[in-house]
């Protein structure tokens, strides 16, 4: 997993995403608070951010675990059996009361994206290939964004699922967005209400130029992805 996380070379990127986006989509996106982000890096990328989100306090209000203290508010008595029937009965009406509750934008837009309209609840790591149905699995979003994560094609490996929504999400950010307005030239000539079409357009290219990357590196990693 190290060669995707490579402070020296790669100047602060986290899988391939420049580490101040990659923080500010888990912490003002996602919600994670410091010790989840943490955490998050150690389970996805095999790499020790802590000394990295330490310093960078600019954001985060408090530090509060908005998924443990809903899931203390609200827990759910009967036990995630891996089934869609557990998911459409207790987890979707559940996941939709904690974005209304802490995520803001509501339920009707992409929670990574606001300017386009949601329509979906994704599991990151698709139940069919094992995932489960508990919150942080979960994310609502447009039928954009929802294809281009399914066309992961590592996509039966939960890390490679999790690097590919990490990777979406960063190019949200209002620093993924200027950066890809800024490379691609967007500023001057287009009209406000094309941009977001153009934006679309260059995010899938850039989506599958990552995928490419995902690819040859889990077709070398035997034992992790079968
Ligand atoms: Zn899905």
Known sequence: MDRLVDFENCKNNIGNIPLKEYSYYLGEIRKFNREEIISHTTNIYNFDIREYVEKLNYYWTDNKNYYSDFINKFPIS???????????????PNYINFVNTYLGGGFDRDCLQPFLKSSDVHHIYPLVYG????????????????????ENPCEKNKIACHMGLDYLGSMYTNEGVYKILKENDIFNDCKPEMMMDYLKVIIKHKMYDFYEKIKIYFDKEVLVCH
């Open 78 to 92: 009967i036990k995630d059996n891996g089934t869609r029937e557990y998911f459409d009965k207790y987890s979707r």
């Open 131 to 150: 995932g489960d149905s508990q919150l942080k699995n979960l994310i609502h979003l447009s039928t954009f964004n929802h294809n281009l994560l399914h």
